[in-house]
């Protein structure tokens, strides 16, 4: 699922196991609780037509107003162009993985892949600030450094060992 948020400019996704809509209502009841903790509480969203009752209560009980799009008129909605950038987006990382990344684990990422278009996307109100600061403040590129998504990684690990008599005891993680 494929959420864009028009005040901070910001394109949100979560893996939904299935298309039910106990599922729905739980990607959009998790996606609201992310937006609400980042102080921007959804006032008014836009729903498919399609979508189910629960979903519609839900919002009701979250104090939340929604419109309905008309069916087939999506090709001006700001929603439908993020989801084909978040789409593109996806692709374009997914091209990028190594030969043996297994494609079945594609969901894993997801949160990549939304961190780095918000990155890149600017806010509406302050271009020169970035979708991923108005929700999450400044990325630390020290303590999560990024790479391309499914890149192959060896990583070695320096052993110590200590002398106790005649047994070499490995000290892992010292």
Known sequence: MVLYDYNSNAILAIFMKSQHKSELLRACVQLHEYLTNCWLKPVQQRLDNKAPHTLKWSMMQQQ??????????????????????????????????????????????????????????DLHLNPHLSAYKQLNSTHNFNKLPLAPPGTKVIVHVKHRYANHGRHMVSMDGM
């Open 64 to 121: 939340v107003k929604y419109q309905l799009v008309p069916p087939h008129i999506h090709c001006c909605s700001a929603v439908e162009q993020a989801i084909a950038t978040f789409k593109e987006h996806f692709i374009a990382e997914l091209c990028t993985t190594d030969k043996q990344f297994l494609l079945q684990l594609w969901d894993y990422l997801l949160p990549q892949a939304a961190l780095t278009l918000n990155l890149l996307h």
